[in-house]
């Protein structure tokens, strides 16, 4: 693995948004795969400032996310779908064909995770898959367990992800407590990962990832058998490293 130490949460995001901007230039039909959460907010900013500047062009760009909450649909503010809308597809000129997200209001779940994995498999590869680290070393909601489940499934979340995903929603808001997640396997066919982490509660985290035996009980940990991957993270995140 590759390991960018940068400064501070905007360094990172700087970072990040060229690699994928470099995707992006080299290869306008480039499958990228998204993340939502707090950390990419700031690579999404970088982005859009760099599309209407001229510099970028996303009308060819396809995208696949890598997960969604169950019970919410694509107008609810804390759907995924309506938080990749807010931060970044309606800036850009991506094609509303182009994106995928799980549909989280889908009544059958095994049909849902069915028609997710043929979409990705319908892409073909990804070209690079951003993600976020979850404090319990959870990619998408691959959450901690015995086994590594490779496509998409419905999973139960931790009461940490739950707990920590709380701050986003309102009072008296229903905390989803199941999301659709791609699976382990789908997201290391990406032929290139971009993990970014920032902020000192990640430190001991991203640590073990790291350096760390591979376990299912520290999900990321598996992006060690991948022969392609860029960690690009902040002083705080990296205090831990060994
Ligand atoms: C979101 C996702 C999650 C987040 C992780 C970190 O699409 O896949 O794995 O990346 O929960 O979230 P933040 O960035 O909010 O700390």
């Not at 693995?1 to 690699?19: F, P, T």
């Not at 009544?107 to 976020?132: F, H, K, M, P």
Request: aromatic share 8%; charged share 25%; hydrophobic share 35%.
């Amino acid at each position: 693995m590759k390991l960018y130490q940068v400064n501070d949460y905007q360094e990172m995001s700087r970072k990040a948004a060229n690699i994928i901007s470099a995707k992006i230039i080299l290869k306008p039909q480039c499958v990228i795969g998204l993340a939502t959460g707090s950390t990419p907010i700031g690579i999404y900013k970088q982005l859009i400032e760099w599309y209407k500047k001229g510099d970028l062009d996303f009308s060819e760009v396809k995208s696949i996310n890598l997960d969604e909450y169950k019970g919410l649909d694509e107008n609810h503010k804390q759907s995924y779908h309506y938080f990749m809308n807010k931060n970044f597809f309606y800036h850009v000129n991506f094609k509303k064909e182009n994106t995928n997200l799980p549909n989280g209001m889908a009544d059958n779940i095994d049909a849902e995770c069915d028609r997710y994995n043929q979409v990705i498999t319908n892409l073909g590869e990804i070209d690079l898959q951003l993600l976020g680290l979850g404090h319990n070393g959870h990619i998408g909601f691959n959450e901690p367990g015995e086994e590594y489940k490779n496509g998409t499934h419905c999973v139960a979340l931790s009461e940490s992800t739950i707990e920590a995903n709380s701050r986003l929603f309102e009072e008296g808001e229903v905390i989803p407590k199941y999301a659709f997640t791609m699976g382990i396997r789908s997201i290391l066919k990406a032929k290139k990962i971009l993990l970014v982490v920032s902020g000192k509660d990640k430190a001991d985290i991203l640590n073990q990832v790291l350096n760390g035996p591979v376990t299912p009980k520290v999900p990321a940990s598996i992006l060690q058998f991948h022969n392609d991957v860029t960690v690009v993270a902040d002083k705080g995140a990296c205090s831990k490293i060994n």
